[in-house]
């Protein structure tokens, strides 16, 4: 996978320390993703993935360590700064607004940019998603759990990131749809969409990703190359239920 | 034609509820706390506006636009400075110190102006009594209705046409997500309270002109009672707090007119409480549901 990670990481997570008040949740963790990249981050519940997107994001600070977006040191940028900068988190959850109409969703997604390029985004994202042209004035919290996770997605999206974060895409969603939803981040990848993704679902994340972070209780324990990992020993035991 | 006549009085009252909860819902919705100061604006509001007309010699207009900024400066500078750095703390905290700053307002308020009740000057708001058949309305009354229904009518286009506003809903359902958005949460909040403080110092300039006898604590009632018209109207809503307002408005004026002039508070809250019992997220209160 070295051919494609050329020059300079995109993104450089250096020896991060995260603290929930005394609980010491992540305790120095270094990763990178490089443009045009899938990069997933796996584990057990709790294993910190999540806290992991939410400091790159700026939703929490790191109290030790660096995150470093192109080359700038992202230290103290607060999370709605770190938008206009290239980065989109799709949280956990989903956290659409659910009394916001489609529309009204995708519009808030491109919050940072000029008015007079919104349009086009949406023309973009429609045509990823034809399902949300067609429910496009629908009030979000009557969609289903897929559709809601596809405008979630989508909406993540019209900011135009350079990298995007999904934490979880495929929680509590039925298996056709958890295929669809990783279909969707193939053909986003395929479309020059750099991705971070975390997943409980390891075995259809390793599947998708070029490489890939196990996490274990705040700690990278293995990484590499996605195909490596799949038939990893340890992480079949672990992660993979075989 | 006593009863239209108690009607009207009674959407005029509930106008001036309105627009008070209208201030409390908001900055509940957004900012999630319970703005027990609010009241206590109005009466700052009504104070700079007496002034303006009694000593600085300022037209009711220009009265009742220095009063608005001087409110929406006094609202921005309270929650900058006695809640945003409560923004994490536990909400209890949060509500003492929104009481402290009720008290703080009032005791200001005193010593300043004094104690003596001051009588608010007659202004274009409540100088000419209309006549209509046997019905005679106070300007004040119309006036009143009329500048809650603009408002309610500016303050719903703007939540749903501008991109302020849409930031504000945005902020009011999920303050994580919104901040993922690229939406600055702290200004939103601020602009939240400056909206809420400017209208309490309309609310404060609409109450003096039909009840004229101005004190420190002048705003604390009313602010109780359209405090509990938002949560009658289901806090958060701004639909909400309009429907709550006028109807708690029109329930004190008939409770007093036909049942009985001491329980008119009484019957009020009494109404609150069965409204609860029924339907505990209030009337408009939307219950809140999650799709797997």
Not at chain 1, 5 to 26: E, Q
Not at chain 1, 61 to 79: D, F, I, K, W, Y
Not at chain 2, 29 to 50: E, P, R
Not at chain 2, 253 to 271: C, M, N, P, Q, R
Request: net charge neutral; charged share 15%.
């Amino acid at each position: 996978m070295s051919d494609i990670r050329s020059g300079a990481p995109l993104l450089k997570v250096n020896d991060i320390h995260v603290y929930y008040g005394a609980i010491h949740a992540i305790k120095g963790i270094s990763l990178e993703v490089y443009d045009n990249e899938i990069v997933t981050l796996i584990g057990a519940n709790g294993a910190g993935k999540s806290t992991t997107l939410n400091t790159i994001a700026g939703l929490l600070h790191p109290r030790q360590g660096t995150v470093e977006l192109n080359g700038a040191n992202m230290n103290g940028v607060s999370a709605s700064k770190m938008v206009s900068r290239g980065l989109s988190l799709c949280p956990e959850g989903r956290r659409i607004f659910q009394q916001m109409t489609v529309r009204e969703n995708l519009e808030m997604g491109a919050y940072s940019r000029p008015v007079t390029e919104i349009d086009a985004s949406l023309e973009d994202v429609f045509q990823r998603f034809p399902r949300l042209k067609e429910r496009e004035k629908q009030i979000a919290g009557t969609l289903s759990g897929g559709e809601q996770q596809m405008l979630a997605m989508a909406r993540a999206l019209m900011s135009h990131p350079r990298l995007l974060m999904l934490d979880e895409p495929s929680m509590g969603l039925a298996p056709i749809l958890v295929e669809q939803i990783f279909d969707i981040i193939s053909e986003l990848h395929e479309g020059g969409v750099t991705i971070l993704l975390v997943e409980q679902n390891a075995q259809m994340a390793l599947q998708v990703a070029d490489r890939a972070y196990v996490m274990e209780t705040g700690l990278i324990t293995m990484q590499g190359p996605a195909e490596e990992l799949l038939h990893n020993d340890a992480v079949q035991k672990a992660y993979l239920g075989s | 034609m006593i009863f239209l006549d108690n009607l009207i009085n009674g959407l005029s009252l509930g106008s001036i509820y309105a627009i008070i909860a209208l201030g409390y819902t908001m900055v509940y919705g957004i900012a999630k706390m319970l703005n027990f100061a609010h009241g206590d604006v109005i009466m700052v509001g009504a104070y700079i506006a007496f002034c303006g007309l009694q000593y600085w010699g300022l037209p009711p207009v220009m009265a009742i636009l220095v009063a608005m900024a001087v409110c929406t400066v006094l609202g921005v500078t309270i929650e900058g400075l006695a809640y945003r750095p409560l923004r994490q703390a536990a909400s209890l905290a949060v509500l003492i110190t929104a009481i402290g700053m009720s008290y703080l307002l009032q005791n200001l308020a005193l010593m300043i102006w004094g104690a003596n009740p001051k009588s608010f000057p007659r202004t274009f708001i409540n100088s000419s009594i209309l006549r209509v058949g046997e019905l005679s309305i106070s300007s004040a009354t119309i006036i009143t209705i009329l500048a809650n229904i603009v408002i309610m009518v500016a303050l719903t286009l703007f939540t749903s046409k501008t991109k302020m506003g849409k930031a504000m809903r945005c902020v009011s359902e999920d303050r994580g997500a919104a901040e993922l958005m690229g939406i600055n949460v702290n200004r939103t909040i601020s602009l939240t309270f400056a909206i809420g403080s400017a209208l309490a110092a309309i609310a404060g300039v609409l109450l003096c002109s039909s009840y004229p006898i101005l004190q420190p604590t002048t705003g604390s009632m009313p602010g109780i009672k359209a405090f509990t018209a938002a949560v009658f109207g289901g806090i958060g809503s701004i639909p909400g707090a309009m429907l709550g307002g006028v109807l708690l408005g029109v329930i004190e004026i008939f409770g007093k007119a036909y049942i009985s002039t001491e329980l008119g508070d009484a019957i009020v809250f009494a109404v609150l409480i069965v409204v609860l019992l029924v339907k505990p997220a209030g009337l408009l209160g939307k219950p809140v549901r999650e799709k797997v």
